[in-house]
């Protein structure tokens, strides 16, 4: 996409007018047609590619306005594997968890005047070849299996969460940990909970950052301090921490609402957080 909505009174927000004022638009676009929340997308130039600055959006299904490939990073969900495997318990150690780096490219500033021709992406398969029980899950698996199915809390699973000292964080029914980033209700706040969701968008304010579920002004935001933020970019191996833009994300965490009522969720370590990142697909070359 190259043109969205504006929320606030309906007009159009072009490439150029996001990049040139982000705060007024940031959160606050959504697809003409399909009406999901939209995210932008830098255009950049790599060795081999260079694409133009585009919208990209969870499109519902069949809308018309899909036109960017997204590519998850996908690589150990339990998608295709025995309901036996898709039942059993899990178990999550932190210090076992690892981190890997996204594509890096730079910004070439470049914009369109029609729409591409790419198509919506399909679901990218993988499996996890675990056959144990309990299942030993880093963070990225349970947040893939997650976004395939929204109800694979409802199986009865117990989980167990161990930080590297050994100390048990979480133990119990999964679904009476999970909580959507869009639906955290007041028995949710001030306790450990897994929280999961879209990352729409995202800014800095004084070296903190904020990961927002959507209107950064009222909607849900995972907090990190300038520390906590830099450790993130180091351990993620990110260029550019738009690169986040339109991820879904998983937390261990706590979260509190402020004097205006916005939810904010907080954690402490990144090793507590996990990412499926997306990226537009490599498909069309310099010189295409």
């Given at each position: 996409?190259?043109?969205?909505?504006?929320?606030?009174?309906?007009s159009?927000?072009?490439?150029?007018?996001?990049?040139?004022?982000?705060?007024?638009?940031?959160?606050?676009?959504?697809?003409?047609?399909?009406?999901r929340?939209?995210?932008?997308?830098?255009?950049?130039?790599?060795?081999?590619i260079e694409?133009?600055?585009?919208?990209a959006a969870?499109?519902?299904?069949?809308?018309?306005?899909?036109t960017?490939?997204?590519?998850n990073?996908?690589?150990?969900?339990e998608?295709?594997?025995?309901d036996?495997?898709?039942?059993?318990?899990?178990?999550?150690?932190?210090?076992?968890?690892?981190?890997?780096?996204?594509y890096?490219?730079?910004?070439?500033?470049?914009?369109n005047?029609?729409?591409?021709?790419?198509n919506?992406?399909?679901?990218?398969n993988?499996?996890?070849?675990?056959?144990?029980?309990p299942?030993?899950k880093?963070?990225?698996?349970?947040l893939?299996n997650?976004?395939?199915?929204?109800?694979?809390?409802?199986?009865?699973?117990?989980?167990?969460?161990?930080?590297?000292?050994?100390?048990?964080l979480i133990?119990?029914?999964?679904?009476?940990?999970?909580?959507?980033i869009?639906d955290i209700k007041?028995e949710d706040?001030?306790k450990l909970?897994?929280?999961w969701?879209?990352?729409n968008?995202?800014?800095?304010?004084d070296g903190?950052?904020?990961?927002?579920y959507g209107?950064?002004?009222?909607?849900p935001?995972?907090?990190?301090?300038?520390?906590?933020?830099?450790e993130?970019i180091?351990?993620f191996k990110?260029?550019?921490?738009?690169?986040?833009?339109g991820?879904?994300?998983?937390?261990?965490?706590?979260?509190?609402?402020?004097?205006?009522?916005k939810?904010?969720?907080?954690?402490g370590?990144?090793k507590?957080?996990s990412?499926?990142?997306?990226r537009?697909s490599?498909?069309a070359?310099?010189?295409?």
């Amino acid at each position: 996409m190259i043109k969205t909505k504006y929320s606030v009174d309906g007009s159009i927000c072009s490439t150029l007018d996001y990049e040139t004022n982000p705060n007024k638009y940031r959160g606050l676009i959504t697809c003409l047609e399909c009406d999901r929340k939209a995210w932008f997308i830098k255009g950049f130039t790599t060795a081999k590619i260079e694409r133009t600055a585009c919208f990209a959006a969870h499109h519902n299904e069949g809308c018309d306005a899909s036109t960017v490939i997204l590519i998850n990073d996908d690589t150990d969900s339990e998608q295709g594997q025995d309901d036996h495997i898709a039942t059993s318990d899990i178990r999550i150690d932190l210090d076992k968890t690892n981190t890997n780096s996204i594509y890096i490219s730079e910004s070439n500033d470049k914009h369109n005047e029609e729409e591409s021709d790419w198509n919506s992406s399909p679901n990218k398969n993988a499996t996890n070849g675990s056959s144990g029980f309990p299942l030993n899950k880093s963070l990225k698996q349970l947040l893939s299996n997650l976004c395939k199915n929204r109800d694979y809390a409802e199986k009865n699973q117990t989980i167990t969460i161990v930080a590297d000292s050994g100390r048990i964080l979480i133990d119990g029914l999964l679904k009476d940990f999970i909580v959507p980033i869009n639906d955290i209700k007041h028995e949710d706040v001030a306790k450990l909970r897994i929280f999961w969701g879209e990352i729409n968008n995202l800014n800095e304010v004084d070296g903190d950052l904020w990961l927002n579920y959507g209107d950064y002004r009222k909607e849900p935001s995972i907090f990190m301090n300038s520390n906590l933020k830099n450790e993130l970019i180091r351990n993620f191996k990110l260029k550019e921490i738009s690169e986040l833009d339109g991820s879904d994300v998983i937390v261990v965490g706590n979260a509190a609402v402020s004097p205006n009522g916005k939810i904010i969720i907080r954690t402490g370590f990144t090793k507590y957080i996990s990412f499926r990142r997306y990226r537009p697909s490599d498909s069309a070359s310099i010189g295409d």
